[in-house]
């Protein structure tokens, strides 16, 4: 193959100083900005320190105890720990923490109870269902790695939940028509309100199907003791990202119980992993003893924050969505922007001013013609101001410099030097047992 012009004139030590500067000017920018992805954190200096270790150079194939190399001495007393650390935080009789994020975790699960061909119950994605539990025709991992057939829970819009008689009935239905469903996924990314996993449980068991909970986006909330609490209201197993609303690093776990253990151990390693990111093992042992202490604290502030920006953007004159409901019960909340712009042009405009967010696909989107580029909505979350030590009258202050963009279409530069000026005193990682560094100082060990 031919180089191209840009390749033949690439200086590789010109290059790597631009890697460089990329990475410090990332790091001063988010420093300077209201981080309000939701299914974003930032991790304590700790977890920043344990993922630079030389565990993130090794492998520990199996495991801990029983590993295919030497050398893991210290590795598995770190995972051990981590897995106590897991267990105890989750009230889980069994975990793995080696799946390498929450994709490879949701991956186990397929691996270890389903088939390629057989059919799964999901969210439909303008609901808050996520790509991994999608269709072949979308891409989603679920039919296009592990070949599953992909049916959609029936969605209550009213109440902004799954409709627990409907579920039944299609299940039925699906069971008449020959398509037996294998596993059922509760869980999502835009993710309001706890979902009827009581209340559909034993249906689901007594109908063969295996009852999973993709707590992605809340598992420092379950943690917290804050949200439902999937295992104890029957679900058979629970998979985790470790860095959305817990306290990172990226990763994946899964939750289940001892019977299953094996069917997990296989579907984890070899199935979905050769190296499962030792640092990062360390990084969340760290964050699950951080979140041991402090995640109670925490999640309550971050749902009674997430409520309080949800108030405060109403009273700007926003459309939030479930607005009736109490806008959420989680760390998020979902804006209707139609009646200014788009998501996806108000995304970028945010961006301008340092504030930001993504766009949502929202019900209603995909009959008015929108798309994920141009969607109606734009998803809030408060995990990350919260760990920097904002409370409900900093959401007010977030709320109004929203809707100078949103609703008064101020000039972005502008507001974004209001910004700066309230960021500059949330520079510290709070609910953390030693926060010197500052949250987004770069480390430098070159
Ligand atoms: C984010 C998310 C995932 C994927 O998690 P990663 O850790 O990014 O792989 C899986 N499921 C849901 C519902 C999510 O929101």
């Known amino acids: 193959m031919m180089e191209s012009e840009i390749e033949k004139e690439l200086d590789p030590k010109s290059a790597y100083d631009q890697v460089f500067s990329a990475l410090h000017e990332h790091q001063n920018w988010f420093s300077n900005s209201i981080p309000l992805i939701a299914s974003e954190n930032v991790p304590s200096p700790a977890v920043r320190e344990a993922i630079l270790s030389d565990f993130g150079n090794r492998y520990a194939e199996g495991w801990a105890g029983e590993r295919v190399y030497a050398g893991c001495v210290y590795i598995d007393k770190v995972e051990i720990l981590c897995m106590q650390l897991a267990r105890k935080l989750f009230c889980a009789e069994f975990v793995d923490v080696r799946p390498v994020s929450g994709v490879c975790a949701n991956l186990t699960v397929y691996s270890a109870f389903t088939d390629p061909g057989d059919t799964i119950l999901a969210l439909a994605i303008p609901y808050g269902g996520h790509i991994s539990s999608g269709r072949k025709e979308f891409n989603g991992t679920a039919g296009l790695v592990h070949g599953l057939e992909v049916e959609y829970f029936s969605f209550d819009k009213d109440n902004w939940n799954i409709d627990v008689d409907k579920t039944k009935e299609k299940v039925k239905k699906l069971k008449s028509e020959g398509k037996k469903v294998k596993l059922a996924m509760f869980g999502g990314s835009l993710f309001l309100f706890p979902h009827p996993v009581k209340e559909l449980a034993d249906f689901l068991k007594s109908e063969g199907i295996f009852v999973c909970y993709d707590s992605a986006h809340v598992s420092g909330l379950i943690a917290g003791k804050q949200f439902q609490q999937p295992l104890a209201e029957g679900a058979e197993a629970v998979?985790?990202?470790?860095?959305?609303?817990?306290?990172?690093?990226?990763?994946?776990?899964?939750?289940?119980?001892?019977?299953?253990?094996?069917?997990?151990?296989?579907?984890?390693?070899?199935?979905?992993?050769?190296?499962?990111?030792?640092?990062?093992?360390?990084?969340?042992?760290?964050?699950?003893?951080?979140?041991?202490?402090?995640?109670?604290?925490?999640?309550?502030?971050?749902?009674?924050?997430?409520?309080?920006?949800?108030?405060?953007?109403?009273?700007?004159?926003?459309?939030?969505?479930?607005?009736?409901?109490?806008?959420?019960?989680?760390?998020?909340?979902?804006?209707?922007?139609?009646?200014?712009?788009?998501?996806?042009?108000?995304?970028?405009?945010?961006?301008?001013?340092?504030?930001i967010v993504n766009r949502q696909l929202i019900p209603g989107d995909i009959k008015a013609g929108r798309h994920y580029m141009h969607p109606g909505g734009l998803r809030i979350g408060t995990s990350e101001v919260t760990r920097l030590g904002m409370k409900k009258d900093h959401m007010k202050e977030i709320a109004s410099l929203m809707a100078r963009i949103i609703v008064k279409k101020e000039d972005p530069g502008k507001v974004r030097l209001d910004v700066e000026h309230m960021r500059s005193s949330f520079q510290k990682v709070h609910y953390a047992f030693e926060t010197n560094t500052l949250a987004y100082k770069y480390v430098n060990v070159r």
Do not use: M
Not at 260 to 281: C, E, M, Q, R, W
Not at 306 to 312: C, D, K, P, R
Not at 313 to 341: C, F, M, P, R, W
């Open 239 to 355: 998979t985790l990202s470790t860095h959305k609303t817990l306290f990172g690093p990226q990763g994946g776990t899964v939750l289940s119980w001892n019977k299953y253990a094996d069917k997990i151990k296989a579907g984890a390693f070899p199935g979905t992993a050769s190296n499962h990111h030792l640092h990062h093992v360390a990084g969340k042992a760290i964050a699950f003893a951080e979140f041991l202490q402090f995640g109670q604290e925490y999640a309550k502030e971050v749902i009674s924050n997430a409520q309080a920006l949800g108030q405060a953007l109403n009273d700007e004159g926003v459309d939030i969505l479930a607005a009736d409901l109490g806008y959420t019960k989680s760390h998020q909340i979902a804006i209707d922007v139609t009646k200014y712009n788009d998501g996806g042009t108000l995304e970028k405009e945010l961006e301008r001013a340092n504030i």
